[in-house]
Each structure stands twice: as C-alpha cells, then as structure tokens.
C-alpha cells in the first residue's frame, strides 16, 4: 500500500487514559507516519505516551481558543492533508482505496462515521481537511471554515469510523471538561447570543450524562429558534438529543410535535425513526410505536447500537406487554440475546 500524504493532527491535555489507544489505532489502521500531537499544559504521563508513539511533541500556550490549538498543530505537520481526531477517540475501520482517491479533491473535506459508546448515536463528522483550503474557527466546538472567507465546504464520505469513548462515565474526567466547555460555550455566546451552533453546544452539555435535561430543552429549542435547520449538518443531532431531552422531563406532547416537524427530513433515518418509537410510546400511541420499531429492525449501518436488533425487539415487547399479549411479548424478549432488561422480563413472565 502507497504511504498516504496525510498528517495526524491532535491537542492533549492530561489523557493519559486514552492517548495510548488513540495513537495506536492511527499507526495499526490508518498506517500515518507523520504523527503531531501538540500539548495544552499536562500534568500526567500525556507527553510521554505520545513520545512513546513516535509522534512530533509540541507545547502550545492554552488560551481558551481551541481553533488556535488545531490551526497551529496544522502549521507543525509535514503534509498539506491533516486528519485529526481527539485523545479520546478510535480508530476502527479504513477504507483505504476510498481515501486515496478522496485525496484528488484537495478543495473537499472527507466525513467520517463517529460512533459515541456513551449514548450509542453515529456522527458524521469533517475530519480530513486540507490545509490550504481549510481552517479552524470558533474557540470552542470549532468548525472547519474556508481560508478564503467562504461560508461554503465541501464535505465527501470518506469510509472511515471511528468511536469515542470520553463521555464515559466511569471516567472521572468527565464533568471538568463539560464544565470548562459550557464556561467557554457561554464566553462565546455573549459575543453571539443568537448563533444556533453555539446553543445547540450548550444543550449538548447540559444532555451530556443526564446532567440537566430541562436546561438542555431550554438551550435546543433556543437553537432551532435562531435558525437550526435541517441543510445544516449538526441539526440532525440537535432534533435527536432534544427529543430525548423532551421524553426525560416527561414533555410528550411537544416530543411528539418535534418529530412531526422533522420527520419530512430524517424519517429514512432509522435512530430517527427509533425516537419516534419512543415518542409515540409515551404519548400512549402503541400501534405507531410498533410500526417505527419494526422499521428498523434489520436496518443497514446501525448494528452497533442495537436499533436494529435488541432494542427494538425489546421495545415491542414492553408494548405487547402493557396491552396484555403476554405470548407475542415472550416472543419478542426471547429475540433480544443477552439483553439484560429482555432477561428480566422474560424471567417475571415465565
């Protein structure tokens, strides 16, 4: 295989839990040489994990910009094509013969597939970006923007997937780096208290390990309200959170009028046609939730979240249960394998 001209661009600060997974999985799946972490300020064994990696070690002076932070990784690296992924995050999957093509399209950003182990929801995200035509704005949540000036990007699926793991709660790091993000989230909203990013970012963090859900509503509905919508990347993950956001603090009826504004856009969408299970679940309307689980069983490229197999399956038989098909509910549970919840039931019912 070609060496590909691509650099790995990262920022750390105090991953030692993680860093040692992330750089291994770029060298053994992504095959990069040219590896640039550049240190914020840590105080564990960060930088010598990333030495013992082989990367190229950089200091950076934290000045609560996180853009400043990748555009001058970017500056470190040997080529022009900058992939970059967080501490926290792995690689699983490369297709290379895809990415090298992608490489021709030197004006284009490559998206790859994020899968979140905490809330079990794909991304896609722009991660391969070339130099020359691309920058990092906005000092937190930062965005890739045109060096020219250019409001546009061109994005392309590029096959490569990824997880990440930081939002774990077993990780006691967890709540600092929530906390430092809404404190900067909320610097950055004084200056544009209308941008529905940032609000949106906000509603994240407070969703984030079910650590406020009504300040979560408060900042997602604010977001669609200053002009969130659907031709806009990170909607999908606005719409989705908000709705669970909505069935924690018990707010169905307006669950239900969320998924009717945005089911004309996602509704091919199997996570979104999952939520709209639950939604019509707690608004009481079971024939319609089952109809949405049955939607996504065997739905391609969701497997592992489990939509697409336990967790509807599961769902159906809560449902059959309520209405007393205790039968057809058996059946259901005995569908969902090693799901500890289906194990239960089936243990009360038989």
């Not at 950076?60 to 470190?76: I, T």
């Not at 046609?273 to 689980?293: K, P, T």
Request: overall charge negative; some cysteine; hydrophobic content about 40%.
């Amino acid at each position: 295989m070609d060496k590909l001209p691509v650099s790995l661009c990262m920022i750390v600060k105090n991953e030692e839990d993680f860093l040692d997974v992330a750089l291994k999985s770029v060298r053994s799946v992504f095959k990069l040489e040219d590896i640039v972490v550049v240190d914020t300020g840590s105080e564990d064994n960060t930088k010598d994990i990333a030495l013992d990696n082989k990367a190229r070690l950089f200091d950076f002076e934290w000045c609560d910009d996180f853009s400043a932070a990748r555009n001058f990784a970017a500056s470190k690296a040997e080529n022009d094509w900058i992939f970059f992924i967080d501490a926290d995050e792995e690689l699983k999957d490369v297709d290379f013969i895809n990415v090298k093509a992608f490489l021709l399209n030197i004006n284009t950003a490559g998206v790859i597939s994020l899968l979140d182990l905490n809330s079990n929801r794909h991304s896609s995200l722009a991660r391969l970006y070339n130099r020359t035509y691309y920058t990092f704005k906005g000092r937190i949540h930062e965005q890739l923007c045109a060096v020219s000036g250019s409001k546009d990007i061109i994005l392309k699926n590029i096959s490569v997937s990824m997880v990440h793991h930081g939002y774990l709660p077993e990780f006691n790091k967890v709540n600092g780096k929530l906390e430092r993000n809404e404190r900067l989230l909320l610097n950055e909203l004084t200056e544009k208290p209308d941008n529905p990013y940032l609000l949106y970012q906000l509603g994240k963090s407070y969703f984030c390990n079910e650590r406020d859900y009504h300040k979560a509503c408060d900042f997602f509905e604010k977001a669609l309200n200053a002009g969130a919508t659907p031709s806009v990347g990170y909607t999908y993950d606005l719409v989705e959170c908000y709705g669970y956001a909505l069935i924690n603090t018990e707010q169905f009826e307006k669950a239900l009028i969320l998924k009717d504004t945005f089911s004309i856009y996602y509704n091919d969408n199997a996570q979104f046609r999952f939520l709209s299970g639950h939604i019509y679940q707690n608004n009481a309307m079971f024939i319609e939730a089952v109809e949405c689980y049955e939607s996504c069983l065997g739905a391609i490229g969701y497997d592992q979240t489990g939509i697409t197999s336990y967790l509807s399956y599961y769902n159906i038989g809560v449902i059959l249960e309520c209405i007393d098909m205790i039968d057809d509910a058996i059946g259901m549970y005995n569908n969902c394998g090693d799901y500890e919840p289906a194990l239960e039931r089936l243990k009360a019912l038989t």
